[in-house]
């Protein structure tokens, strides 16, 4: 099947890297980055396309965008992995609409969208017989979307609890482990590439609150929007909160919540005992859910980077290949 990738930074990069000598039966078509774009209907070669990149800053011609890759319409599924706007979802709302409108798959990393418009795109995507993928959504190589959709299926999930946000969960180890201020570990997350320049949406608890918008309205049934999510973010815990929390057998974590039958969706920095399956350190994601038949299942695993992320658009793929065939 021929895939296209609007957005090449970090997880477009990895999505091409493992395209790169694959076996998986996908011809890379067309690429574009901000300022550039690539379209050959024979397909690319993923490794010249990382090569320019890396070289000259672009993926292809400048002048050429996304514009010209939708009116080619050379691809069964795109790849949208652009910025998150967590406000309207733009521009890659319109994107996704646009390609699910022309009847053709799509599968996205990108919350905004999923986050603001999931009932519209969804309604869209079945009425043109095409799939909307979007594990990458949600907590990176963990398999927690189709872990939950399929692998739980026929279950009621009574609640979900999870730490969501690999920035804030390395903060909080790095202060409880090394006995650094908030701002000292923050600059270690920075330093390392865990944490971008401006970490507002990672700090202030708004990252794991549009997941859990997206877990809330795809996988549960509700139908909410940001605004509905009570947030509250890292930023003002102290080391002294932590070291108290640890003479008591317990730490600190930001928490992502949602119990359905009270319509609670809530983000916040819990107090959990040591020994409780969502202390997890460093980067790491974990996600615990209670079915009234399965009882509790907890999904850990790591929840951001390239490679990680580039593992679950890659199951997405591999999903859509098998359902419509080799060779379309």
Same mark, same amino acid.
């Given at each position: 099947m021929r895939v296209a990738i609007i957005g090449f930074g970090a997880v477009g990069r990895g999505v091409a890297q493992v395209l790169v000598g694959s076996d998986h039966d996908f011809t890379l078509t067309a690429v574009a980055d901000s300022r550039s774009a690539c379209i050959d209907p024979d397909g690319l070669n993923p490794a010249e396309v990382l090569r320019r990149k890396e070289t000259t800053g672009l993926c292809?011609?400048?002048?050429?965008?996304? @514009?010209? %890759?939708?009116?080619?319409?050379?691809?069964? %599924?795109? %790849?949208?992995?652009? @910025?998150?706007?967590?406000?309207?979802?733009?521009?890659?709302? &319109?994107?996704? #609409?646009?390609?699910?409108?022309?009847?053709?798959?799509v599968v996205t990393s990108n919350k905004g969208p999923i986050a603001c418009a999931f009932t519209e795109l969804k309604a869209l995507a079945d009425q043109k017989g095409v799939i909307l993928g979007y594990e990458a959504t949600v907590a990176g190589a963990v398999p927690v979307m189709n872990g939950l959709r399929h692998g739980l299926a026929g279950n009621r999930i009574r609640s979900l609890h999870g730490i969501l946000n690999g920035t804030c969960n390395y903060i909080l180890t790095r202060? #409880?482990?090394?006995? !650094?201020?908030?701002?000292?570990? !923050?600059q270690e997350a920075r330093d390392l590439g865990y944490a971008e320049a401006d970490p507002t949406y990672d700090v202030k608890g708004i990252d794991t609150a549009i997941k859990l918008v997206i877990m809330a309205n795809s996988l549960?049934?509700?139908n909410i929007a940001l605004s509905d999510v009570e947030i509250t973010g890292i930023d003002q815990i102290t080391v002294e909160a932590l070291n108290l929390a640890e003479s008591e057998g317990s730490t600190i974590r930001l928490i992502g919540e949602i119990i359905p039958e009270k319509n609670?969706? #809530?983000?916040?920095? #819990?107090?959990?005992?040591?020994?409780h399956p969502l202390v997890v350190d460093g980067t790491l994601n974990a996600i615990s859910v209670c079915c009234d038949l399965a009882g509790p299942v907890t999904f850990i695993g790591r929840g951001a980077g390239s490679l @990680?992320?580039? &593992?679950? %658009?890659?199951a997405d793929l591999n999903s859509i290949r098998d359902c419509h065939g080799r060779g379309t």
């Open positions: 292809g011609t400048e002048g050429l965008g996304i @514009p010209d %890759i939708l009116s080619m319409g050379e691809f069964d %599924i795109l %790849i949208e992995v652009s @910025p998150t706007n967590a406000n309207g979802g733009e521009p890659a709302l &319109s994107t996704i #609409r646009s390609v699910l409108g022309m009847g053709k798959h202060m #409880r482990d090394e006995g !650094l201020t908030y701002h000292q570990a !923050l549960l049934g509700m609670l969706v #809530r983000v916040s920095p #819990r107090v959990i005992s040591l020994d @990680p992320t580039a &593992s679950a %658009i890659l």
